[in-house]
T-cell receptor, first 119, second 110 residues
Framework: DGGITQSPKYLFRKEGQNVTLSCEQN?????MYWYRQDPGQGLRLIYY???????QKGDIAEGYSVSREKKESFPLTVTSAQKNPTAFYLC??????????????????FGAGSRLTVL | GIQVEQSPPDLILQEGANSTLRCNFS?????LQWFHQNPWGQLINLFY???GTKQNGRLSATTVATERYSLLYISSSQTTDSGVYFC????????????FGKGNQVVVIP
């Protein structure tokens, strides 16, 4: 079955440690995304990648880093510089839907999420 | 960026009831998606609906892009409909990035 796999599902870390969250997709999607969700809030975009070896900062990139060496994989590192890292992290990938000859829209599929708690 | 307002923020439904969730947005869009987040956190894409009306089983959605709103209808609600519903429009000027509202928290009681 095609889908997005995030691991680990739950992660506990001490303050000051870097952690890396894994995201793998077998949907053959070009674009991948990382979002952060805090309790009672919507999703905020951390980083996104539209193609291998390229990625862009989202709205809250400070304290995070990513890589996109393979189409299937988009790992997120939460560094010690992130001031408030405890959150639910969601990875997504997207298929592009053609709107017209000039433009398209990205339709997202999400993984099950990783819950990070920093003690 | 685009502002998204969803109402009502919280809704309690008796099983079998119908409901309408509303999403207002502040900019012209060429992309709008509705998602359902279940109590375990999984987000499922319900609709890609930048304009017009679509139906999928007991759910349907309508977007009136010229008036900058979208509606999600839930008919004959079931307990499995519980969770948070997110509207996520993408502005024409926004490089295809989606903006998420705070969601509609729905609880369906038996």
């Amino acid at each position: 079955d095609g889908g997005i796999t995030q691991s680990p599902k739950y992660l506990f870390r001490k303050e000051g440690q870097n952690v890396t969250l894994s995201c793998e997709q077998n949907l053959n999607h070009d674009a991948m995304y990382w979002y952060r969700q805090d309790p009672g809030q919507g999703l905020r975009l951390i980083y996104y990648s539209q193609i291998v070896n390229d990625f862009q900062k989202g709205d809250i990139a400070e304290g995070y880093s990513v890589s996109r060496e393979k189409k299937e994989s988009f790992p997120l590192t939460v560094t010690s510089a992130q001031k408030n890292p405890t959150a639910f992290y969601l990875c997504a990938s997207s298929i592009r839907v053609r709107i017209n000859a000039q433009s398209g829209a990205n339709v997202l599929t999400f993984g099950a999420g990783s819950r990070l708690t920093v003690l | 960026g685009i502002q998204v307002e969803q109402s009502p923020p919280d809704l309690i439904l008796q099983e079998g009831a119908n409901s309408t969730l509303r999403c207002n947005f502040s900019d012209s869009v060429n992309n709008l998606q509705w998602f359902h987040q279940n109590p375990w956190g999984q987000l499922i894409n319900l609709f890609y609906i930048p304009s017009g009306t679509k139906q999928n089983g007991r759910l349907s959605a309508t977007t009136v892009a010229t008036e900058r709103y979208s509606l999600l209808y839930i008919s004959s609600s079931q307990t499995t409909d519980s969770g948070v519903y997110f509207c996520a429009p993408g502005a024409l000027s926004g490089n295809n990035r989606l903006a998420f509202g705070k969601g509609n928290q729905v609880v369906v009681i038996p």
